[in-house]
T-cell receptor, first 115, second 113 residues
Framework: DAGVIQSPRHEVTEMGQEVTLRCKPISGHNSLFWYRQTMMRGLELLIYFNNNVPIDDSGMPEDRFSAKMPNASFSTLKIQPSEPRDSAVYFC?????????????FGSGTRLTVV | GNSVTQMEGPVTLSEEAFLTINCTYTATGYPSLFWYVQYPGEGLQLLLKATKADDKGSNKGFEATYRKETTSFHLEKGSVQVSDSAVYFCALRPSTNDYKLSFGAGTTVTVRA
């Protein structure tokens, strides 16, 4: 099992540019989460998908952020246009089931720097 | 609402010292509790979990007991190693029907040789 795979590991971009972060969840997991981690705010849940359907996007900061999950094995988080305050580590996590007692499996994260 | 409060760090210890990281929670109903560990440059990894009162989760020498009477889930290890240096997060899942994990702020632990 390769775990949750995120790409790229690091991204440096200029303010105003579009940024796309990618995630491949663990095969068979039907829940997917995008988190953002900063020193100031800790871990924030941005959006949650269940069976490829967005269930809760209340954590998405603003309209500049969008997320998609076109199939069970792939998700993207897009920021357009990017701003310096978006600099953070973005984690994708997947889980086996919405119910039950499972924790999440996290990817290694994408460190985004917007200059 | 549901929330988790962790002791503030950073915590610096010598090898073979005893480690305790306090975690208390606020929740309605019967939450599940978790400890995650984040090593430098990596994502969070599930360290241990407990799903009901008096359950003890354990892994890699770490233990935590779900105490409903004190709403606590303190993490302990009897003899730490340099390789235990990491950030530790306490987390709560409100119920089996709730997908959201609420994380504490994290506690940075540094173990010196």
């Amino acid at each position: 099992d390769a775990g949750v795979i995120q790409s790229p590991r690091h991204e440096v971009t200029e303010m105003g540019q579009e940024v796309t972060l990618r995630c491949k969840p663990i095969s068979g997991h039907n829940s997917l989460f995008w988190y953002r981690q900063t020193m100031m705010r800790g871990l924030e849940l941005l959006i949650y998908f269940n069976n490829n359907v967005p269930i809760d996007d209340s954590g998405m900061p603003e309209d500049r952020f969008s997320a998609k999950m076109p199939n069970a094995s792939f998700s993207t988080l897009k920021i357009q246009p990017s701003e310096p305050r978006d600099s953070a580590v973005y984690f994708c996590a997947s889980s086996l089931s919405r119910r039950g007692l499972y924790g999440y499996t996290f990817g290694s994260g994408t460190r985004l720097t917007v200059v | 609402g549901n929330s988790v409060t962790q002791m503030e760090g950073p915590v610096t210890l010598s090898e073979e010292a005893f480690l305790t990281i306090n975690c208390t929670y606020t929740a309605t109903g019967y939450p599940s509790l978790f400890w995650y560990v984040q090593y430098p440059g990596e994502g969070l990894q599930l360290l241990l979990k407990a799903t009901k009162a008096d359950d003890k989760g354990s892994n890699k020498g770490f233990e935590a007991t779900y105490r409903k009477e004190t709403t606590s889930f303190h993490l302990e290890k009897g003899s730490v190693q340099v390789s235990d240096s990491a950030v530790y997060f306490c987390a709560l899942r409100p119920s089996t029907n709730d997908y959201k994990l609420s994380f504490g702020a994290g506690t940075t632990v540094t173990v010196r040789a």
